[in-house]
């Protein structure tokens, strides 16, 4: 397909595709003339892959080539993850924690096996640095329960890779699953929040008042 | 305390801490001379805290600026809460999820007492939308299981609230802890991956080659 087509199927605009082959986020097409080139079904992919890495991904254009690079390398799958890993971590480093936080997140973290370069060990560290510098509590309990659930995540995020067939549907699982599974995680925990808050504070649904003889209408 | 001793006990410079002022960020001191202030603890706390909503925070200053009002406020925390669940949600909103979307996570979320305008609805629908168009398949066992995890840490999180005493100390941790919480699951998360992924595919820790006769002894 042609250019214009190639906007079409994906809903990206036609600078943004050009913008995205400057960048070597997208492989030129074949060359059919010199001012025409065309494109297929794996450009159709990629575009939608790239919007979602620096979109909902929250990706900048530098660490989405290095994912893609990962993607259409021949490198192992457990590297990819870990290219992946440290992308979608670029937001959380650098923050800078300390000795002190980083010896809380080593006790938290015992047990698990894990390398001391894991990038989400110094990332922890740094936020709780930062949540305690706020004058907010040591919270073990909070912390302690976070992890538990980030390990039942982890299973999760590992069964979905294993689904997939071949090394490149699973790079590409791994990429995408990482950079958007936060933000779906972050959603889901805001509803989640509103849920158990209205169990706890109006444990029975308030009933309308037009609904009054029906007492089984469920509140909206 | 002077304007250079508030920089020193936060580690924010005098730049910085202007910039709050003139944003509204931090009330301003107690004129002491037509030229200088005097500043307090309240100051030193409000500081930390705006650094920490603007850094792993990953706030916008307007944002920041809203959140701050709430606290300050005398709104009943449930409207604290909500404010905050906003603020976090910023950066997922606005995505455009679509009515397919939007259907699907209706279904995930059903049985849950949430409202329509919850923000994790519309947000849960952008990333689904945007990962299921990069050509990952339809993935309610990952939906599912990340929902159940996001309702551990949600009764963690109102734990954590209902342990303080009092409505401001009540707004601060909810405003810091709805802030920094993605942030610090993401960071262990990272973690978790790696150690599920380790006890799949390395389940025997290799013994170290220096330490063959102690067969006890813990991989780093």
Redesign the interface.
Known sequence: MRMSELSAATGAPIATIKYYLREGLLAPGERTSPNQANYGDAHV?RI??V??LL????LDVATAKDVVAAIDSDLPI?HV?GIA?RA??V??TG?GGDDEALARVDEL?AG?????S????E??A???A??E?????H?P???R????????????????VE?RQGRDAQA??VV??TA???????????????????????PV?PVEPDHREHPDVR??
Chains 1, 2 share one sequence.
């Open positions: 992919r939608r892959l919007r979602a979109g909902p991904g929250g457990n993850f890993q979608a971590s937001r959380l923050l973290l698990l096996r894990i390398h001391p894991n990038p989400g060990r990332a922890a740094a936020v709780i930062a949540f510098s706020t004058g907010q509590r919270e309990d909070w912390y329960r976070s992890l538990e659930a980030a390990l039942v995540v982890a299973e999760a995020d590992l069964d979905m689904r590409e699982t995408v699953g958007l599974g936060d933000a779906l995680f972050a959603a889901l925990r805001r509803a989640a929040q509103e849920h158990v808050s209205t169990l706890r504070y109006e649904a509140q909206h």
